[in-house]
């Protein structure tokens, strides 16, 4: 669900030379109540055992089944003026099964007694169907048994603060930027998910979690009217597992002033001279650099050659495990779902295991992957 901008500007009223906003349009808050209430009444706990028993009278040897919401907001200004607000929601539910050592799997956004069996019974069929052609057979690394609820640490809930405020925000971000002369565009936003999953298994695991992610950025642009050049800036506090707090406490409007004075100073910088230089990549750059040399290589089904897309398989084969030099003695790469405010950052993944610590390459060497249950299995870890 969204709402235009027209249809935005139209129903909030806004007059030249102020913005005054109220909360969302009473439609659209009546709608999201709507989604949320029947979203709050659906009874998880009874619709797992609907599907776990279905699933277990059908001869599988394992099951699960996730209901999960989702929620997401996103708002966009330019200079002065509201570009975007919308708001939208998914929820729904799925159910995977393995069945003589093949996956099965449906899924439904119907949220009833009846379909948790219907689609449970579909997933089996689905199993059962792969089956035939199964080559190796599937199992699963166990887990211990775990019946709790998690939220990560944020402080505000951003679903939970006005429309209007949000607004505010960002329009005197842009007010910052604009300060200095030269700058002559800004552009910036906001957005928020929040996801609330539930898993349970055939492990015996029921397992809640509430997770809120905020993500702000800008672009501020300065121009030389005279030759024609421009220049931007953006941003570099990145996506963080964290609630609108990240709005207030880190210091935005002083970075957007930053980022306009950079841009000016960009359009005066000489072009560099080629020769060569020592490179030191920022961390925004860094990232990409790290997801697509390690990230990549690292996850378990592209080194069993079980995944090929797009980032396609990885060297990083099961016989190179404790014996591949990856790197310099002196480089470390850890994967951590554990982080605060990081946006991997969780209770417990999406098999019920604990959100963990540990090193991918350890002292330039290669020792471990990114793993499900059933990868770490084909390849003999806990």
Not at 225 to 231: L, S, Y
């Amino acid at each position: 669900m969204s709402t235009s901008r027209r249809d935005f500007l139209k129903t909030a009223g806004i007059a030249a030379g102020a913005l005054s906003l109220p909360a969302l349009p009473n439609w659209i808050s009546g709608v999201v109540a709507a989604e949320e209430a029947a979203a709050a009444g659906v009874d998880k706990n009874a619709l797992a055992d609907i599907a776990l028993n279905t699933a277990r009278k059908l001869g599988v040897t394992y099951a699960d089944i996730r209901i999960n919401r989702y929620r997401s907001e996103a708002i966009s200004t330019r200079e002065q003026q509201v570009l975007n607000v919308s708001r939208g929601q998914n929820f729904g539910f799925g159910v995977r099964v393995l069945y003589k050592g093949t996956w099965g799997f449906a899924s439904s956004r119907s949220v009833t007694p009846d379909d948790v069996r219907r689609i449970t019974q579909q997933a089996v069929e689905i199993a059962r169907a792969n089956s035939v052609y199964q080559r190796k057979r599937i199992s699963m690394v166990p887990v211990d048994k775990v019946v709790t609820s998690w939220k990560n640490a944020y402080e505000k809930d951003p679903f939970e603060v006005s429309i209007d405020d949000k607004i505010q925000f960002l329009l005197s971000l842009n007010q910052s930027a604009l300060k200095t002369q030269g700058v002559t565009f800004v552009n910036s936003n906001m957005s928020f998910v929040n996801e609330q999953k539930f898993y349970a298994s055939t492990d015996g695991s029921r397992i809640d979690q509430y997770i809120i992610r905020a993500n702000p950025g800008f672009n501020v642009t300065a121009v030389n009217r005279a030759n024609g050049d421009f220049q931007t800036r953006s941003a570099l506090g990145g996506p963080q597992g964290m609630g609108y707090e990240y709005m207030e406490k880190h210091d935005w409007k002083k970075e957007a002033q930053q980022a306009g004075e950079e841009a000016v100073m960009k359009l005066k910088a000489k072009p560099i001279e080629p020769g060569k230089y020592d490179l030191v990549l920022h961390p925004s750059h860094l990232w990409l650099t790290i997801h697509e040399s390690v990230g990549h290589p690292t996850e378990l089904d592209r080194s069993l050659w079980m995944e090929a897309n797009y980032a396609g398989t990885s060297f990083l084969t099961p016989d190179k495990i404790g014996k591949l030099q990856f790197a310099s003695k002196i480089m470390n790469f850890v994967a951590d779902r554990t982080q605060p405010a990081g946006l991997a950052t969780v209770g417990y993944d999406d098999e019920g295991v604990p959100g963990q610590r540990w090193h991918l390459i350890k002292d330039g060497m290669f020792v471990d992957w990114q793993t499900t249950r059933d990868l770490a299995a084909a390849v003999g870890q806990k």
